[in-house]
């Protein structure tokens, strides 16, 4: 299935994309997707449903972030062999963990703003991955039972908040507007292999980035498991799994987002998102 949320912010319904791209309405079968609704057995009683008896939702309706009330927005940093290498970084002996704060969430096609005295802000397309069971102390084995499903994510970054104002990489990860989920929330079964999907992004028609799930230096099952000695890892919560190669800081010469721009970027089989940028408002 291609779970989704739709409506004003705030007050999105939970729906669904039926098989010829119609959303349907599913706020009669349960209140929201988030946490509460992703498990197995929920996910397996909305599949049974007939999505042609489920009422349509007009062409054109604003779509919300595909996980509602997601409580853990973590991200792994330099997961790719080829983006390590245009960042000029090792690849890393243990995965490099950092967050987005939960109200850098919006949805898919929302603006993205660019932070006040922002001189780097920069693109970053992700497989996300969703968790519907809670997951603590688990075997990479047992890692992939506790996926919900898979999404887009774009980890906007402020490059120089991130890595020249001392201290984590949060400060320059979670920003309002930088963390676009969606614009579905994909169940695994209709993902074969999450580890050989193409994923892309473009910046006002130009292709920058241009990569594939299989250079991951560290898989899915890994990252769960690895996670989760840290952490209890909770229904709703994200992983964004890092991202390929074409990163503006990684251009020469680096180059980065701009009032007026355009993104659009996707991961094969997960759907696209568009993105106008935009300043943040003057005082």
Sequence with gaps: MKLLRF?????EKPGLLDAGGVIRDLSAHLPDLDGRHLD????ARLAELDPSR????PAGTQLGPCVGRVGKFICIGLNYSDHAAETGAEVPPEPVV?????SAICGPNDDVTIPRDSTKT???VELGVVIGKEARYVSEAEAMDHVAGYCVVND??????QLERSGSWDKGKGCDTFGPLGPWLVTPDEITDPHALDLWLEVD???YQDGNTRTMVYQIPFLISYLSRFMSLQPGDVISTGTPPGVGMGQ???TYLKPGQHMRLGIEGLGEQYQAVVAEPSR
């Design 7 to 11: 409506g004003p912010r705030g007050h």
């Design 40 to 43: 197995r057995e929920t996910l």
């Design 54 to 57: 489920l009422p349509e939702v």
């Design 98 to 102: 950092f967050n987005k704060w939960t």
């Design 122 to 124: 920069d693109w970053e």
């Design 156 to 161: 906007v970054s402020e490059r120089e908040f």
């Design 205 to 207: 028609g130009q292709r």
């Design 252 to 254: 020469q010469p680096p």
